[in-house]
């Protein structure tokens, strides 16, 4: 076989661009393969590894008020392996001229294994002489270029709060640092999380000897709902908020989302560039048996078998695999590990280093394998059929035909000579026509997949803070307050409208399915926080009834006017069965909606509010009036729409970096294809093309015959590929949206525009690399006569 191996050798050589053309998307099918799942492995072990170290809360449990000792009441329930009571409060601050909010959590006085636990990356933990001590979030500390032994003032109740820097922390409960579920983007700037004593934070925020948060730890394979179930029932009669799993838990269900999300594209997506380059190599060696049949024959004369034979030949595809999987494997670890750190940003999760794991690598190798060695078989299986006496002949060229379009006169004498000759060469090889496009749909699709990601988030921005939050600020209170109170807000220069809202948790349950989201009171008909049914319209809420979004009805099973119940977590407050008026759409969390004057029929509470959104006369007075705003009793924070909006804006720049990367993966997928079949088209008919040249067809014309058969083939490629690329987005959109967010699936017409743009551009360019080839062919070499 040594000699079939360096006769092997020599046909790469003479094939060498269209066998790096083929390796270079196997190279980038091992190496996405290898990285997204090394990035998913990363993640999810050290996210397991640092929530068991750390001892990441099971379940928490949000109340307005209620006695330490209920921490006992908790340890007895069956199943709960500990808990830990504690204070979480926001506060406003105002640090380098930027407003932001400082979430307090209590620790204990005395360092100690809790739920929840804190990682202490600099300074150190409190000490027992100064009580105004806190540890600040790492993310927030680094943001806002804060140093250990700095003070910083905090407003807390309408009084600036002297507080001293200790220590730099991370917690696992805050690995994706969020204010709550209606923000998709960390901003670490203008929000962190604020660690200080228990006794301090019992002093500062009037809780004395009580909680208004736990964090329960259940044993190991206990269920979750179960237990859940035995909380809300053991701690009915002391003032639920909310009861919600590391499911619905903000940090823990973004990363979780992020992993999965990983782990599915891992899955699938390099499996498109294992096709296209199996279809390559399926047409790539059925060209290379046909053009050496003289060689198979000369083969099998002496002595060859047909086995040794078709192994000779798939070595080709085996060596592609071989080297794909090799280069493949090394960038991909090394890709999974930028990948890893680059989520990681937004994490900050405590990683190893560089790591190869095997059960990637493996499949990577067994999967590169088989798709080139299922087109390397059936390409090369009609060697069985090739008897040496018949190879050592030329072989009977086919019986010509009139294709379809030769029978419609009307068209056919309307096509120039050359386009008769391309339209005749595509009906000639229609099997190769269709496998060519084949690449570029999957190329086209991945373009407008890219592209139409920014339609998305632009889409979802324009309606979230363009349509429906009109307001400038929204101001939250820490405790329930009355519209009567809300009358010194209003009387704050530059303060143009007011509109109250009730935000909180319930339990809405249908039948079985249950589900605890959040639920939003307001006016009849809110002008500056606008609910929008699926046309864009801004609707009135129901005055005896409830509207929830399209996410929750699906998931609940729900339809418009069913009855479902609504439990609050209010103290004394029973379940209320209530009907849905209405189905909207909302893109950050889940909630219900329904009017204020309903609201107090419900609770018999009148009409009270835990927030307020205002709207101003004048923008640029904004920080003036937030700077009032802070220092009013009862104000825990204070936001501007502008703020959040900025954030997201500044943390979406991953985003394009992921689009960028998408275009070049269909640019460089859309090159090899065109390149690999062009060059086989060229090779094919030399003769012919050498003819032409005789006959006086200038080098242009004959260019024209192979680039114009490109673009015949790009445009059919296109006219499937685009709609497919919007039902891929789509599907790609619906499996990424959460219970945090929603993104609409948007393509814009200039899109289209684009990745037809786009396509085009990367044809022209394929083009452009053929030329040489064309004017290198050898007229009288070419049309020597071989026998």
């Known amino acids: ?19 790096i053309s083929i390796l270079i998307i196997v190279v980038l099918g091992v190496t996405f393969y290898t990285a997204i799942n090394s990035a998913f492995k990363n993640l999810s072990n050290s996210s397991s590894e640092y929530y068991s170290e750390y001892r990441l809360a099971d379940i928490w449990v949000d109340l307005y008020s209620a006695p330490m000792g209920i921490k006992e009441k908790v340890d007895s329930i069956p199943n709960v392996k500990t808990a830990t009571g504690r204070i979480i409060k926001d506060a406003s601050i105002n640090i380098l001229e930027e407003n932001a909010t400082l979430r307090f959590i209590t620790l204990p006085d005395i360092k100690k294994d809790i739920v929840n636990d804190v990682v202490i990356k600099s300074g150190r933990y409190f000490s027992e002489d100064d009580s105004n001590q806190c540890l600040l979030d790492e993310d927030f500390f680094k943001a806002n270029n804060l140093n250990l032994g700095e003070y910083i003032y905090p407003i807390i109740s309408g009084n600036k ?27 670490n700037k203008r929000f962190g999380i604020i660690y200080i004593k228990q006794s301090f934070g019992e002093a500062i925020f009037d809780f004395k000897g009580s ?37 619905e838990q903000t940090s823990s269900k973004m990363i979780s989302e992020k992993i999965k999300g990983l782990k599915s594209m891992g899955g699938t997506f390099p499996v498109i560039f294992f096709m296209v380059a199996s279809v390559i190599i399926y047409i790539m060696m059925g060209r290379m048996v046909e053009s050496q049949r003289t060689q198979i024959g000369v083969l099998k004369a002496v002595g060859f078998t047909n086995m040794q034979v078709l192994a000779y030949y798939m070595s080709y595809s085996a060596m592609i695999a071989l080297i794909g999987s090799f280069i493949g494997s090394i960038l991909g670890t090394y890709m999974g590990a930028s990948m890893t750190k680059l989520y990681n940003q937004y994490f900050n999760l405590p990683l190893g280093g560089i790591k190869i794991y095997s059960e990637f690598v493996i499949p990577a190798f067994i999967l590169t394998l088989f798709f080139c060695l299922f087109a390397g078989y059936h390409s090369c299986k009609a060697i069985f059929k090739i008897m040496p006496s018949e190879a050592m002949r030329q072989k009977s060229p ?18 120039s000579y050359l386009g008769k ?100 009171a307001q006016i009849k008909e809110p002008q ?27 998931t609940l099973g729900i339809k418009v006017n069913d009855s479902v119940n609504i439990k609050f977590y209010f103290p004394g407050k029973e379940k209320k069965e ?12 889940l909630s219900t909606y329904t009017s204020m004057d309903n609201l107090n029929s419900i609770l018999g509470e009148g009409t009270i509010a835990s927030s307020a959104v205002l709207k101003l006369d004048n923008t640029n007075a904004e920080n003036e009036v937030k700077d009032k705003l802070r220092n009013m009793p009862n104000v825990m924070s204070v936001d501007s729409k502008t703020d959040s909006l900025n954030a997201l804006l500044k943390t979406m720049g991953a985003m394009q970096a992921s689009i960028g990367v998408y275009i070049m993966l269909a640019g460089i997928l859309l090159i090899a294809v065109l390149y690999n079949i062009a060059t086989i088209n060229i090779f094919e008919r030399q003769r012919e093309l050498a003819t032409l040249k ?40 619906a499996s990424s949206s959460t219970d945090a967010y929603t993104i609409p699936y948007v393509v814009e017409f200039k899109t289209y525009i684009i990745a037809i743009i786009l396509t085009l551009l990367f044809t022209a360019i394929t083009n452009l690399t053929l030329m040489r080839k064309i004017k290198a062919l050898d007229m009288i070499e070419v049309l020597k006569n071989k026998e």
Request: overall charge positive; aromatic content about 8%.
């Open 1 to 19: 076989m040594n000699i079939l191996f360096r006769n092997l050798l020599r046909d790469i050589k003479k094939s060498k661009g269209q066998f």
């Open 161 to 187: 709060v002297k507080l001293k820097i200790v220590g730099c922390v991370k917690s696992p409960e805050f690995v994706y640092t969020l204010k709550d579920a209606s923000e998709i983007m960390a901003d």
């Open 211 to 247: 909680i208004n948060n736990l964090s329960i730890q259940i044993s190991n394979g206990s269920d979750v709902k179960t237990v859940k179930d035995d909380v809300k029932k053991a701690l009915k009669n002391y003032g639920v908020k909310n009861v919600i799993d590391r499911e």
């Open 398 to 415: 086919e019986s010509g035909k009139k294709i379809v379009i030769e029978r419609i006169n009307l068209i056919w004498i309307n096509i």
């Open 421 to 520: 000759i391309i339209v005749r060469n595509l009906f000639r090889y229609k099997k190769r026509a269709l496998l060519t496009s084949l690449g570029v749909i999957f190329s086209s699709a991945i373009l407008l997949v890219a592209l139409s990601m920014g339609d998305s988030m632009d889409f979802m921005i324009q309606q979230q803070y363009g349509n429906i939050q009109n307001y400038d600020i929204k101001v939250k209170f820490s405790k329930l307050m009355s519209i009567e109170d809300l009358n010194n807000i209003k009387n704050i220069t530059h303060i143009k409208e007011l509109e109250p809202v009730l935000e909180t948790g319930v339990e809405i349950s249908n039948g079985w399915k249950h589900k605890d989201v959040g639920f939003t």
């Open 528 to 554: 500056m926080y606008k609910v929008e049914d699926k046309s864009g319209n801004a609707i009135s809420l129901p005055q005896n009834g409830i509207l929830i979004s399209e996410k929750l009805a699906n």
């Open 578 to 589: 209530m009907v849905v008026k209405g189905i909207i759409v909302q893109y950050l969390g």
């Open 694 to 733: 005789v006959l006086g067809f200038s080098n242009n014309e004959v260019k024209k015959l192979i680039f114009n058969e490109n673009y015949i083939i790009v445009i059919f490629g296109m006219i499937v590929g685009l709609p497919f690329g919007k039902w891929l987005g789509a599907s790609l959109m």
